[in-house]
């Protein structure tokens, strides 16, 4: 059996907590088992992705509260934790001390403006790059910081989604 034949014959309990762990939102969880069975890898994705961004913003807050501080390690071992760390580690390592606490300053700056951790998706970008991404979205508007926020969040759940069919095959 392939990782989306598996996707569509895991039992609700265990798809629900897998789902979980790709996005805290469960109203998105919801949307996503809701359309099982799907055809293909491809068609799981389409639909996750309109799913990620039908979120109403007291959804995305929930899906947020799921994610660490850029720079600060994700606990615990569950599946969300390990992919936070993942997702992170490279950038972790390729900045020096003055970057570092500047991220942690424009992380502060944004929390106080927006009441939220600062999201984006981290794969493949370097500190640097997340610390211009931070200090450019300072700038932003309430409703334009929230469609970005919501935008990273699809984006970090589509990659999640993907590593957990490929590890279901």
Same mark, same amino acid.
């Given at each position: ?6 996707f569509?014959s895991?039992?609700?309990g265990?798809?629900?907590a ?8 469960p109203?998105w969880g919801r949307t996503?088992a809701?359309l099982?069975p799907y055809?293909s890898k491809?068609?799981?994705?389409t *639909?996750a %992705?309109t799913?990620a961004?039908g979120?109403?913003?007291p ?6 509260s799921a994610?660490p501080?850029i720079?600060?390690?994700?606990q615990?071992?569950?599946?969300e934790?390990?992919w936070s ?5 490279? *950038?972790?390592?390729s900045?020096d001390e003055e970057?570092?606490a500047?991220?942690?300053?424009a992380?502060?700056?944004?929390e106080?403006?927006? %009441? ?7 794969s493949?970008?370097s500190q ?8 450019a ?8 910081e929230?469609a970005?926020?919501t935008?990273e ?5 589509l ?6 069919i490929?590890a279901?095959?």
């Open positions: 059996m392939d990782g989306i034949e598996t569509n895991l039992p609700a265990e798809l629900e897998d789902l979980l762990a790709v996005c805290a939102a109203a996503v809701a099982r055809p491809e068609a799981l994705l *639909a %992705g799913a961004r979120l109403s913003w959804e995305v807050v929930q899906g947020l994610h501080r720079g600060e390690r994700a615990g071992d569950s599946k934790a390990a760390r993942r997702e992170q580690s490279a *950038a972790a390592g900045a970057t570092r500047a991220l942690i300053a992380n502060h700056a944004y106080d403006k927006f %009441g939220h951790v600062f999201l984006i998706f981290a493949g970008k640097e790059e997340i610390l211009a991404a931070a200090r979205r300072i700038g932003n508007d309430e409703a334009t929230r970005v926020v935008g969040l699809g984006k970090i759940a990659l999640r989604l993907e590593r957990l490929d279901l095959d």
